[in-house]
């Protein structure tokens, strides 16, 4: 019996990386303007992987992408020689233009549908923000990895969505994208998992998905023949 359902968002409901560079490069344009020396020294790209040195460094915040970004971001202000630095206004220009992302067709529809027969909950480790996109009333609530202090695939965030739904692990299926984060992290668990693979890749190697499907349009066929196996 399933009742309820939890979904990766980024590369799940939407495709993220266009959007992400489409942010960093406002941002890029936002500091030309106010802190020239920064983007003179950093293109979008270098200004990217400092987060991956701040991660290097503090991997116990490894989890919390919003602050890694503006730990990068101090730390590119302060190689360029600025004292003072707007980390909020920066990190707001990038943060607005990371949720301007577009749901593929056919996740509102589906979701809608999904949302009369099942709990529905978002779990991810980005921070996107489902009010910004406008999907917020589809969901019961949505937990991403910054309110948990934990990152999928830790099992935590599965296990405090499952406390928040009152619902047995065995009970919920987490929808997603990532071999690791979702379907390895879900499936230890103890949720039923399906593989979103978008772009038909191969897959990793491991266990696998309990299904898998291109499209959220294949999600309902398998659900119902879950349903019917009992
Ligand atoms: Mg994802």
């Given at each position: 019996?399933?009742?309820?359902?939890?979904?990766?968002?980024?590369?799940?409901?939407?495709?993220?990386?266009?959007?992400?560079?489409?942010?960093?490069?406002?941002?890029?344009?936002?500091?030309?303007?106010?802190?020239?020396?920064?983007?003179?020294?950093?293109?979008?790209?270098?200004?990217?992987?400092?987060?991956?040195?701040?991660?290097?460094?503090?991997?116990?915040?490894?989890?919390?992408?919003?602050?890694?970004?503006?730990?990068?971001?101090?730390?590119?202000a302060r190689r360029a020689g600025y004292q003072a630095?707007?980390?909020?206004?920066?990190?707001?220009?990038?943060?607005?233009?990371?949720?301007?992302?577009?749901?593929?067709?056919?996740?509102?529809?589906?979701?809608?549908?999904?949302?009369?027969?099942?709990?529905?909950?978002?779990?991810?480790?980005?921070?996107?923000?489902?009010?910004?996109?406008?999907?917020?009333?589809?969901?019961?609530?949505?937990?991403?990895?910054?309110?948990?202090?934990?990152?999928?695939?830790?099992?935590?965030?599965?296990?405090?969505?499952?406390?928040?739904?009152?619902?047995?692990?065995?009970?919920?299926?987490?929808?997603?994208?990532?071999?690791?984060?979702?379907?390895?992290?879900?499936?230890?668990?103890?949720?039923?998992?399906?593989?979103?693979?978008?772009?038909?890749?191969?897959?990793?190697?491991?266990?696998?998905a309990d299904a898998e499907i291109v499209t959220l349009?294949?999600?309902?066929?398998?659900?119902?023949?879950?349903?019917?196996?009992?």
């Open positions: 019996m399933i009742k309820a359902i939890t979904f990766d968002l980024d590369d799940t409901l939407w495709d993220i990386w266009p959007v992400v560079e489409r942010a960093e490069e406002l941002l890029h344009d936002w500091l030309t303007v106010r802190y020239p020396r920064i983007p003179e020294r950093l293109t979008p790209l270098e200004l990217r992987e400092l987060s991956s040195e701040v991660t290097a460094a503090y991997p116990e915040r490894a989890y919390d992408r919003t602050w890694l970004r503006k730990e990068a971001l101090n730390l590119a630095f707007d980390v909020e206004g920066a990190f707001e220009v990038f943060f607005v233009a990371r949720n301007a992302v577009e749901p593929f067709a056919e996740v509102r529809p589906t979701l809608e549908r999904l949302g009369r027969r099942y709990l529905l909950a978002s779990l991810s480790n980005g921070n996107a923000d489902l009010r910004l996109i406008g999907l917020d009333d589809l969901f019961a609530f949505s937990l991403n990895a910054i309110d948990i202090g934990a990152a999928k695939p830790d099992p935590l965030l599965f296990k405090e969505a499952s406390r928040r739904l009152a619902v047995r692990p065995d009970q919920i299926v987490h929808i997603g994208d990532d071999p690791e984060h979702d379907i390895f992290g879900a499936a230890r668990a103890g949720f039923r998992t399906v593989w979103v693979n978008r772009t038909c890749r191969d897959w990793p190697g491991g266990p696998k349009d294949e999600l309902e066929p398998v659900l119902t023949a879950w349903e019917e196996r009992g």
